[in-house]
C-alpha cells in the first residue's frame, strides 16, 4: 500500500509542480530554440527535470512508509549533483568531456553514498561472485550508461518519460519478486513523477526535462537497479529493466557505431535515431512514440513473466525474443548502418 501511496504523491506533486517549472522557465528565458536536427518549430521552456526531481524526492521523503535510505540518499544528493549538471549543459552548454566528467563525479557521489555493485549472485551455481576492486568502475559504468541511455531516447516529446514510467514500473514488480521491497516505493515515485510530467510534455510538449531531467532519470533507473536487482540471485529480475530499456539500447550501440565508422566523436549529435527513422517511414510524432512504448512494455513484460519460470527457459525465451526484434528492425532498416548526415546538436539526443 505505501508504494502505491507514494505513486500517487509524486503523480500529484509532478502534476502540480510542473505548470509552476514551466511558468519560470518562460520568465526566465530557460526556452530550447528549434534548429536542424529539432522535431519542435517553436521555443520550447526547458526546466522539467526540476518538476521530476522535486516531486519523486518530496514524495518518497513524505511517505511514511520502509523504503531503502542509502536509496533514497543517493536520489536526493546524487540526484541534485547530476540534475544541475544538466541544467547547465541546457542552459549554457557543455563541451563532452565536461559533461562526461560530471556524470562520472555523479558515480563517484551515488558510489560515496553506499550504492555499489559489490558482488553478483551466480543463480547458475547459486554463489556469489565478488567483485573486490572491480566494484567501482563496473558501478560507475552502471550509471553512467543509465544516464546517456535516457538521454539518447529524449528525441521525441514524451518518449523519454514515457520510457522511464515503464521501466520504472517493471522494476517496482522485479524488486518485490527479488525480495528488495524497499526498493518499491522509490521505484514508484520515479514512475509517478515521470508520469504526472508526461501530459505537459506529450506531442505538442509544452516543457522539456532537457539534460537535467534526463541524466536524473538515468541515474535514478541505475540506483534503483542496482540496490534492487544486481545483486539477487534471480537472474531474470535483472533482465527485466534492461529488456524495457532494449529500444534505447539498441539505439545507443547503433549511433556509437554509425558515428565511429563515419569518422566522428560517439559523443557528436546527427540526426538518424530509431525515431528519427520512424518518421521518414511516414509515421506520425504520437505513432512512433506509441510504438516504442509498445515494443518497451512488452519486453519489459517478458522479463517479468521470465523470472517466474526456471532460469534456463526464461533467458532462452528473452534471448530468441531480442534477437527477432533486433533482427526485424535491421531488415526495416531501423537499425542499419549508414552515413552520418547531420552533425548539428539539438536539445538533448546525443
Known amino acids: 500500500m505505501g508504494t502505491a501511496y507514494t505513486f500517487l504523491m509524486a503523480l500529484g506533486l509532478s502534476l502540480g509542480l510542473t505548470p509552476v517549472v514551466r511558468a519560470l522557465a518562460r520568465k526566465t528565458g530557460a526556452l530550447c530554440y528549434p534548429n536542424e536536427r529539432s522535431v519542435h518549430r517553436v521555443p520550447v521552456p526547458y526546466l522539467g527535470g526540476v518538476s521530476i526531481y522535486l516531486a519523486s524526492v518530496l514524495a518518497v521523503s513524505l511517505i511514511k512508509s520502509p523504503k531503502d535510505p542509502v536509496l533514497v540518499r543517493a536520489l536526493t544528493y546524487g540526484g541534485v549533483f547530476i540534475l544541475i549538471v544538466g541544467l547547465v549543459d541546457d ?3 557543455l563541451k563532452p568531456w565536461q559533461k562526461a566528467l560530471g556524470q562520472i563525479l555523479s558515480g563517484v557521489l551515488v558510489l560515496a553514498l553506499r550504492i555499489n555493485i559489490s558482488f553478483v549472485s551466480d543463480p547458475w551455481s547459486n554463489t556469489v561472485k565478488v567483485l573486490g576492486f572491480l566494484a567501482v568502475p563496473v558501478t560507475l559504468f552502471w550509471i553512467v550508461s543509465f544516464e546517456n541511455l535516457i538521454n539518447f531516447s529524449d528525441g521525441l516529446d514524451g518518449l523519454a518519460a514515457g520510457v522511464t514510467a515503464i521501466t520504472a514500473t517493471v522494476i517496482v514488480f522485479a524488486a518485490n519478486k527479488a525480495g528488495a521491497p524497499k526498493v518499491c516505493p522509490v521505484a514508484a515515485a520515479i514512475a509517478g513523477s515521470v508520469l504526472g510530467f508526461l501530459p505537459y510534455n506529450f506531442h505538442p510538449a509544452s516543457i522539456f526535462m532537457g539534460d537535467a531531467g534526463a541524466l536524473y532519470l538515468g541515474l535514478a533507473l541505475a540506483s534503483l537497479s542496482i540496490q534492487g536487482l544486481v545483486k539477487s540471485a534471480v537472474l531474470m529480475s535483472v533482465f527485466a529493466p534492461l529488456l524495457a ?12 557505431i554509425r558515428r565511429r565508422s563515419a569518422g566522428m566523436p560517439a559523443s557528436r549529435a546527427d540526426r538518424d535515431h530509431l525515431h528519427h527513422r520512424l518518421l521518414e517511414l511516414g509515421l506520425g510524432h504520437r505513432q512512433c512514440v506509441y ?13 517479468l513473466v521470465a523470472s517466474f519460470i526456471p532460469l534456463a ?6 534471448g530468441v525474443a531480442v534477437v527477432a526484434l533486433l533482427l526485424t528492425m535491421h531488415r526495416t532498416g531501423l537499425l542499419s548502418v549508414r552515413q552520418v548526415r547531420n552533425r548539428t546538436d539539438d536539445r538533448s539526443s546525443t
Open 91 to 93: 542552459l549554457v552548454g
Open 245 to 256: 530499456l532494449l529500444i534505447p539500447i539498441s539505439d545507443a550501440a547503433f549511433a556509437i
Open 291 to 303: 510504438i516504442i512504448y509498445f515494443v518497451s512494455m512488452g519486453f519489459g513484460a517478458l522479463g
Open 313 to 318: 527457459q526464461g533467458v532462452s525465451i528473452a
